[in-house]
């Protein structure tokens, strides 16, 4: 590589060489002339001369101007050829630093070419991942349109598989989303949540909650193979992106600990778990919505492995933050009111069960309304209480409840034509040994509204008071309602249709009657996070 100085340097030797080369060339032709002219005259004494000695020494003389000639014109002729030579390394010098200018030029072109060529690729990148995030959300769409669809039709063989225990759901891992009824009281209860979740510095992103919708589905299908590499490949991201110590990893963490805790390694999850619990009290403070989420989930984990010991602070914990940044009146609150009654219960402690169920339902009546789902799910569960402590009247009343507020709600208020369900139970149980197989049913033809109240609580008081009913030898009151809540159904039943199946079971109702050493009763699973 030639340096500028270098470059300098060389020009200037090369122009000096030309002009000494110029200036010699110039004494050459002045020694020349000089030579021709005593040659000349030295001839011109030759012809004058007449002897013969100084002839001869003129003549060398001659000869020796000759040679001196001859040598200058040689001198001469080199001197014209390094003339020529110098001026072409010039022309080619010129031609050097014309391409070193098109060479430089070049470079430049090519290093913009290469950072646009940059800049593409990570709009293509971003495009991608785009198109990435726009293929998942129509996925999750098209998944809920089917659930759509498919709640609208209810096959027979789904409703047995609801009498199943249910999984525990992965909707308590966002503390500011409840489950949507469709009413306006909850609707504002959701957004008072989600602005406490604002004011506490912290909301989870879209993408996370999309995200978490998905890894719903995928677990709800049993695709655990599927879900949990995806919750892994996001927390590894996110921990690229914004470090372990991150809120958004912390909420990635509760999403694979979840996963992990439907598949029963429970010994993941809670790992999962703490990690989490430490991120967000560094991040987002201990008194936060999102630590109250975690604390709550850790103590639902250790509840199913049997620790309830342990998972009472921690719920207790969640209950106290809740209060703080909620209020005590407020519908999460009383969530987590239920979730520690449940722990107590399976402790013996049902003092403190009873105070915190009722506290929970006087929640639930208060904000969101006798009507709300969550008020029949709390007296279920508090009815189940009763019944552990053989409170049997207590229980009894508190089924009575719920089944006439579903009659009510979907039929309108109780009279003489129109009684729940319990009431048509009872009055069978009173005139069975009256109206046995010559009476026709059709004065309790009414009670086939019942069926069409379609709710997992609504069964399951069905089936608590039918038992309940058993154990006090009202065996034709608890077939009724043993038979309506398997009946039942969403589309409801024609009333001819019930009083034929009523006939066609009247010699299966004989033969079950004997068979009442065995009663269990039902505690209602539906409030959310069963501890």
């Known amino acids: 590589m030639v340096y500028p100085r270098e470059e300098k340097l060389e020009k200037l030797s090369q122009e000096e060489i030309i002009s000494n080369t110029k200036l010699v060339i110039q004494g050459l032709e002045a020694l020349k002339n000089e030579h021709n002219s005593i040659l000349h005259s030295l001839l011109e004494t030759i012809k004058c001369l007449k002897k013969d000695e100084e002839a001869n020494l003129v003549h060398e003389k001659s000869s020796l101007l000759r040679k001196s000639v001859e040598m200058i014109e040689l001198g001469l002729g080199e001197a014209q050829v390094m003339m020529a030579l110098s001026n072409h390394l010039n022309a080619v010098e010129s031609e050097k630093q014309k391409l070193r200018a098109q060479v430089r030029r070049l470079c430049q072109e090519n290093q913009w070419l290469r950072d646009e060529l940059a800049n593409t690729q990570q709009k293509l990148q971003k495009s991608e991942q785009n198109v990435a995030q726009l293929e998942e959300e129509k996925k999750h769409l098209e998944f809920m349109n089917q659930l759509k669809k498919y709640d609208e039709d209810v096959s027979p063989t789904q409703e047995e598989k609801d009498k199943e225990t249910p999984k525990d759901s992965l909707d308590d891992l966002f503390p500011n989303d409840e489950e949507d009824q469709g009413q306006g009281v909850q ?14 510095g912290y909301e989870i992103p879209a993408r996370l909650r999309t995200l978490h919708n998905l890894v719903i589905q995928y677990a709800s299908q049993g695709r655990y193979e599927v879900a949990v590499p ?3 490949q996001a927390l ?7 470090g372990h110590d991150h809120p958004d990893v912390a909420t990635m963490l509760n999403i694979l600990a979840l996963v992990y805790r439907d598949q029963n390694k429970y010994k993941e999850a809670a790992h999962l778990l703490n990690d989490a619990l430490s991120i967000r009290e560094k991040t987002l403070g201990k008194d936060h919505p999102a630590v109250a989420a975690t604390l709550n ?21 969640a209950l106290e933050i809740r209060e703080k940044v909620l209020g005590k009146d407020h519908p999460d609150v009383a969530k987590q009111l239920n979730n520690l009654a449940l722990l107590c219960q399976n402790q013996g402690k049902y003092e403190e069960v009873e105070y915190y169920y009722c506290r929970a339902l006087e929640i639930y009546e208060c904000r969101l309304g006798p009507d709300d789902p969550n008020v029949a799910k709390t007296k279920n569960n508090l009815a189940s209480c009763f019944l552990k402590q053989g409170k049997y009247k207590e229980a009894e009343i508190l089924y009575k409840e719920i089944l006439t507020r579903a009659h009510e709600k979907e039929f309108g208020s109780v009279d003489a034509e129109n009684k729940p369900i319990w009431m048509h139970a009872e009055e069978r149980e009173e005139s069975k040994g009256k109206h046995r197989d010559n009476t026709p049913y059709g004065e309790y033809g009414g009670w086939y509204k019942a069926c069409k109240v379609n709710s997992p609580t609504v069964n399951t008081t069905l089936r608590n008071l039918g038992a309940l009913y058993r154990r006090q030898g009202k065996l034709e009151a608890a077939e009724t309602l043993e038979e309506c809540a398997v009946r039942s159904r969403k589309q409801g039943l024609d009333p001819s249709r019930v009083v034929e199946l009523l006939r066609d079971s009247d010699g299966e109702r004989r033969r079950s009657r004997d068979s009442l050493s065995n009663v269990k009763y039902e505690s209602g699973s539906e409030t959310g996070e069963e501890a």
């Open 236 to 242: 590894e991201d996110l921990e690229k992106t914004s």
């Open 297 to 317: 989930n850790l103590a639902v984990l250790y509840g199913k492995r049997g620790k309830y010991k342990e998972a009472e602070p921690l719920c207790k914990r």
């Open 230 to 232: 995806l919750c892994k």
């Open 187 to 200: 609707h504002q209860h959701n957004s008072a949540a989600v602005a406490a979740a604002q004011q506490g």
